[in-house]
């Protein structure tokens, strides 16, 4: 069956600019998770969604970064007025629900460059 | 504090040896712990699992050792072959609450025919 998917790929934008990252996650999964992952580093974890709810924003770096969710099902993270230090893997991750202990199945992320 | 990566090491090994991977996590209060695989260019893999009411867990290939007296998990792939290249995160679960899941700084894997 589809895993998680995300789009862009690939976004290479100028400092200043908006961006939107779109997660698509696996049918019938309700939890949804954000990851940043800089280049050669860890995952860091940046908000999470039960159904459209987030109940954890506390990873989010800045007030330049917001996510929502609609219809339990796509989610996409903004990020406004990039910075340079905004450059990173955005990596996405679904499960069946977010308690317990429920696997993370994660998607191949959207690689982002601000100029 | 939470951990977050530095720069990778790098654990370089020759096919067909045993590989082991080691991580030291930070919060005793962790119940739940997880190995993933990292290929480049793509997201974390599942790779094996393991509760804090275990001390070890085999899977195909794979084991899993927790040590909670000094909060160090390993990972001992069997007879590493090149298609195990890759980076290797753990990652760990504080007891309760909601499946939030904090991960180490990850070790690159380079298998040598």
């Known amino acids: 069956g589809a895993g998680v998917s995300q789009s862009p790929s690939n976004k290479v934008t100028e400092k200043g600019k908006d961006v939107e990252l779109r997660c698509d996650p696996i049918s019938g999964h309700t939890a949804l998770y954000w990851y940043r992952q800089r280049l050669g580093q860890g995952l860091e974890f940046l908000i999470y969604?039960?159904?459209?709810?987030?109940?954890?924003k506390s990873g989010l770096p800045s007030d330049r970064f917001s996510a929502e969710r609609t219809g339990e099902s796509v989610s996409t993270l903004t990020i406004q007025r990039t910075q340079q230090e905004d450059s990173a893997v955005y990596l996405c991750?679904?499960?069946?629900?977010?308690?317990?202990?429920?696997?993370?199945?994660f998607g191949p992320g959207t690689r982002l460059t601000v100029t | 504090g939470e951990s977050v990566g530095l720069h990778l090491p790098t654990l370089s090994v020759q096919e067909g040896d045993n590989s082991i991977i080691n991580c030291a996590y930070s919060?005793?209060?962790?119940?739940?712990f997880i190995w993933y695989k990292q290929e480049s260019g793509k997201g974390p893999q599942f790779i094996i699992d393991?509760?804090?009411?275990?001390d070890k867990r085999q899977g195909q290939r794979v084991t899993v050792l927790l040590n909670k007296t000094v909060k160090h998990l390993s990972l001992q792939i069997a007879a590493t072959q090149p298609g195990d290249s890759a980076v290797y995160f753990c990652a760990e679960k504080e007891s309760g609450g909601y499946n939030k899941l904090i991960f180490g700084a990850g070790t690159r894997l380079a298998v040598h025919p």
């Open positions: 969604f039960q159904g459209n709810s987030a109940p954890d």
């Open positions: 919060n005793s209060a962790s119940d739940y």
């Open positions: 393991i509760r804090s009411n275990m």
């Open positions: 991750a679904s499960s069946l629900s977010a308690g317990g202990t429920y696997e993370q199945y």
